[in-house]
């Protein structure tokens, strides 16, 4: 009977998680893909590789809302079973709290293991691969996916107009601006992204050079090749904390990351424990004690960023988490102390 009342609550855990998971990722995952979408705007991507793009960030997501995931979760599960008394029918089972400690503990090991997975390997490998997408995205310009230009710039001297139909490219502009301004007009054409150049393939237009003393040459052309430098293709940097995995960081040395990696782990252990000695083991599932755990946790979470975003010494962060992680704890000893006396 035991084991199925183990089952019995470590599902119903389960179920408040999966349903807070999926709100709080949801948001997130909207939030980004808004953010997103303005590459649309910026260099006219198509909407579907932007959509593409956002899900190489679910990983990554996870991996920061799986805190709120886990103080939401439980207290929402421990709110419910409290309402519906099933935490009274364990006392009157003469079961007490045993059964509550066993599904968290179980609970505890799963989402550790699926945390460390995704912290240490999984998430940062995804994430690589969605910066260099990216990357890509951002750099790359497929003519052929535009729809509209809206005069777009190519380069420093050179800016590009065209309208797009069923048949390819047409009323095509090019305003070049180096040694002596360069107008182009083409009825119809071809653009191409190869390497290193855009290139042009004009039919039926005009070329005007207006030159240095106010002089215009104009000559008109059946067939016109242009070639124009693209100034904009850079090298990839892979320099970022959030796609090196455990191993990266073993091997770089990096000290700081693997202390952001491994303190993130034992956050998530110090807020399960504070739930079940605050809100659990002492029966207090009060609107005030449970304002107290999510207000003290998110605290914990906002000191710990933090600390990340000021970009500490390795040693100084692990000093400052190990006192976050003390003073939890010692607080925690007092408030049991004051409400047992």
Request: net charge positive; charged share 20%.
């Amino acid at each position: 009977m035991l084991s199925k009342i183990n089952l019995y609550i470590l599902l119903q855990i389960a179920k408040s998680c999966t349903l807070i998971f999926f709100i709080f990722i949801s948001i997130a995952w909207l939030l980004q893909l808004t953010r997103l979408l303005s590459l649309t705007n910026m260099i006219q991507i198509d909407i579907f590789s932007v959509f593409l793009l956002s899900i190489f960030l679910v990983p990554n997501l996870i991996t920061v809302i799986m805190p709120f995931i886990i103080i939401f979760g439980i207290l929402l599960c421990f709110i419910k079973l409290n309402k519906d008394k099933e935490i009274v029918a364990l006392f009157s089972l003469g079961l007490s709290m045993t059964p509550i400690k066993y599904s968290l503990i179980v609970f505890s090991i799963i989402i550790l293991f699926i945390h460390i997975i995704l912290n240490f390997y999984l998430s940062p490998k995804i994430y690589d691969a969605y910066k260099f997408k990216e990357f890509e995205l951002r750099n790359t310009i497929d003519f052929n996916k535009i729809i509209t230009s809206n005069f777009l710039k190519l380069n420093n001297n050179t800016t590009l107009d065209f309208q797009k139909d069923v048949n390819g490219f047409k009323d095509i502009f090019i305003s070049s601006i180096r040694d002596e301004e360069k107008i182009i007009y083409a009825k119809r054409g071809i653009i191409k992204n190869e390497k290193d150049k855009f290139v042009f393939q004009l039919n039926k237009g005009f070329r005007i050079n207006i030159i240095n003393n106010n002089e215009i040459e104009k000559i008109e052309f059946e067939n016109y090749t242009v070639k124009v430098d693209n100034n904009n293709s850079t090298e990839f940097n892979r320099h970022d904390k959030n796609s090196l995995t455990i191993f990266d960081d073993i091997r770089n040395g990096d000290k700081l990351n693997i202390s952001f990696k491994i303190f993130d782990i034992l956050l998530l252990i110090l807020i399960i424990f504070l739930f079940y000695y605050n809100n659990i083991s002492n029966y207090n599932l009060s609107l005030a004690n449970n304002l107290i755990f999510v207000t003290y946790s998110i605290t914990i979470l906002i000191i710990n960023q933090f600390l990340k975003n000021i970009n500490v010494d390795a040693e100084i962060y692990m000093f400052s988490s190990l006192s976050i992680i003390i003073i939890s704890l010692i607080l925690l000893i007092v408030k049991r102390k004051y409400e047992q006396n």
